[in-house]
């Protein structure tokens, strides 16, 4: 059975959204002054790469524990490039994955980066049909010392 969910946006004043998901989650949404906004969170379309990275990242290191690589810490940038005319949707995007960890093997982020995009990170399918998404990532190696784990 599809997954349905819910979404509710109030208007508080300006251009600011006060957002609620079905499961209480709340967020709110702005615009930039020159747009008549307050520009105090994010904007849609900024909240659409914060979106493409929790889901890329939630996806990949889901894989890579699966994996049992040693990753002690993880960060991506996400970098959008949008059209200059309307409705100015993305045509680019660059995620740049930055692993720590000891012994992370290459070909394990490779893979786990490919399944985050290709199968289960639903963000990246729906941005691909209008972006050009691309993929990099360095590896970190950490000293022996740090033993702790991403949770």
Do not use: W
């Not at 499961?23 to 900024?46: C, H, I, K, R, W």
């Not at 005319?85 to 012994?103: D, M, R, Y």
């Amino acid at each position: 059975m599809p997954k349905e969910t819910d979404i509710q946006a109030q208007l508080e004043t300006g251009l600011r959204f006060n957002v609620t998901s079905d499961s209480g989650a709340t967020v709110t949404l702005d615009s930039a002054e020159y747009f008549d906004g307050q520009n105090v969170s994010f904007s849609p379309m900024e909240m659409l790469l914060a979106c493409l990275a929790g889901c890329i990242g939630i996806s990949v290191i889901s894989v890579l524990r699966k994996k049992r690589q040693n990753v002690t810490s993880y960060g991506l940038h996400v970098h959008g490039i949008r059209s200059d005319e309307h409705p100015k949707v993305f045509l680019e995007i660059s995620v740049q994955h930055i692993f720590t960890g000891q012994g992370i093997v290459q070909q394990a982020v490779e893979r786990s980066i490919e399944l985050g995009e290709t199968r289960y990170c639903g963000v990246s399918a729906m941005l691909s049909k209008t972006a050009k998404i691309t993929h990099t990532y360095r590896i970190i190696e950490s000293s022996a010392s740090d033993n702790s784990r991403t949770s």
